[in-house]
């Protein structure tokens, strides 16, 4: 069982470029979410997945966008790369509980 | 508009005494809070948590107070242990069934 697993573990962008942060978890859970977490403000909502084929705003999607490509898997997309994006992006999972599993993170410097 | 509040951003304590990390909300829905622990490069993982019926959880080392009154809860750890040095960040549910994240604080238990 590897959880939560999340590729890439680092990655530097220019303004404007696009990337897709993946997220891949292996406990069968339906509720999949994304974060970031920035110094000073804890983590935060970015979007969520309630169940496969559905996806919901969270408390900061702007400059984003999300796939719920299967059960398994949740991918962040960032179309057009701000230097306000740089962050460090986790993807957790839940089912039926409330404390949910996290991954590993992946930390995006945006130039 | 922070309604998770952690005021203190790190805490130093010396190891084999007892550590009290702090956290204020503003919102009286919320139904549940927990406690999460990171290490540095790694994502958050559960420690403990907390219903808004109950006031004190124990497990182990670890035991949440929550006093709904004060809108107020705080994790203890005791004895600390040099291995409990890093972030802890409280989090609470709210009506739509999500996380709200404190900012964070980091504690440094020394031997």
């Known amino acids: 069982n590897a959880g939560v697993t999340q590729t890439p573990k680092f990655q530097v962008l220019k303004t404007g470029q696009s990337m897709t942060l993946q997220c891949a978890q292996d406990m069968n859970h339906n509720s999949m979410y994304w974060y970031r977490q920035d110094p000073g403000m804890g983590l935060r909502l970015i979007y969520y997945s309630a169940s496969e084929g559905t996806t919901d705003k969270g408390e900061v999607p702007n400059g984003y966008n999300v796939s719920r490509l299967n059960k398994r898997e949740f991918s962040l997309r960032l179309e057009s790369a701000a230097p306000s994006q740089t962050s460090v992006y986790f993807c957790?999972?839940?089912?039926?509980?409330?404390?949910?599993?996290f991954g590993p993170g992946t930390r995006l410097l945006v130039l | 508009d922070q309604q998770v509040k952690q005021n203190s951003p790190s805490l130093s304590v010396q190891e084999g005494r007892i550590s009290i990390l702090n956290c204020d909300y503003t919102?009286?829905?919320?139904?549940?809070f927990l406690w999460y622990k990171k290490y540095p490069a790694e994502g958050p993982t559960f420690l403990i948590s907390i219903s808004s019926i109950k006031d004190k959880n124990e497990d182990g080392r670890f035991t949440v107070f929550l006093n709904k009154s004060a809108k107020h809860l705080s994790l203890h750890i005791v004895p600390s242990q040099p291995g409990d040095s890093a972030v802890y960040f409280c989090a609470a549910r709210n009506q739509g069934g999500k996380l709200i994240f404190g900012q964070g604080t980091e504690l440094s238990v020394k031997p």
């Open positions: 957790a999972s839940s089912e039926g509980h409330v404390s949910g599993y």
């Open positions: 919102n009286s829905m919320f139904d549940y």
